[in-house]
């Protein structure tokens, strides 16, 4: 069958239309404002949200920092996940602070410390930000680490985001250390400790595995 030029561009319209159609029947967006995470600043987080058949969303998350004071925004940081399952950042409530207390202690399920945290990573009194990545596997989720600058200004942290990749399940002030305990296998958990250098920036000192 020849399909001649105009046939041709109402089926490739209509292609277009339909899948305009599927993903905005499939796209929803949800905001939270956070206003007891931090001492200094309000936190907004926009998240729109793309459901997939896998029940892995793909999301573009856009979160907001605003001065408690002035109420202006200070900074947005963007991210695109790919691999969110349905509950992240579906209730607002799943955020901890290790600044303000809110909760601090609350339970924590296979290694899944929240969609959002503040806490001191690199031990400077600064606010830091980690931010839920990725819904990860059998470890657990994964977060992007931000540290603040002197500056005011919050920048992600490679070696965090990239290296120790997952929450520390202790944060020692005192020993300025963050130790992740992650599922190695069936039988043990990898133990890593990262501790502040002479230099002030943090690094792998040792990792062992416990049964």
Not at 53 to 73: G, M, P
Not at 89 to 109: H, I, L
Not at 129 to 155: E, H, R
């Amino acid at each position: 069958m020849n399909i001649d030029g105009s046939n041709f561009l109402i089926l490739y319209t209509m292609k277009i239309i339909l899948l305009f159609l599927f993903i905005t029947t499939t796209a929803y967006a949800q905001d939270c404002l956070q206003t007891d995470l931090s001492n200094s600043y309000n936190i907004n987080t926009h998240i729109d949200r793309i459901s997939r058949e896998e029940n892995a969303d793909f999301c573009r998350v856009a979160l907001s920092i605003q001065d408690k004071k002035t109420n202006q925004t200070i900074q947005t940081i963007l991210l695109n996940a790919n691999f969110y399952y349905s509950s992240v950042f579906s209730d607002c409530n799943t955020v901890r602070s290790y600044t303000t207390g809110k909760n601090k202690d609350a339970e924590v399920m296979d290694n899944d410390f929240g969609d959002l945290i503040v806490a001191d990573f690199n031990f400077d009194q600064k606010e830091d930000i980690a931010l839920k990545k990725d819904s990860g596997g059998n470890g657990g989720p994964m977060y992007n680490f931000y540290l603040q600058t002197t500056d005011g200004v919050w920048k992600i942290n490679e070696f965090l985001s990239d290296t120790m990749d997952f929450f520390p399940s202790q944060i020692n002030a005192k020993k300025k250390t963050l130790t992740t305990w992650v599922h190695a296998n069936a039988r043990e958990q990898s133990v890593t400790t990262y501790k502040l250098s002479k230099n002030n920036t943090l690094v792998k000192t040792k990792r062992k595995y416990v049964g």
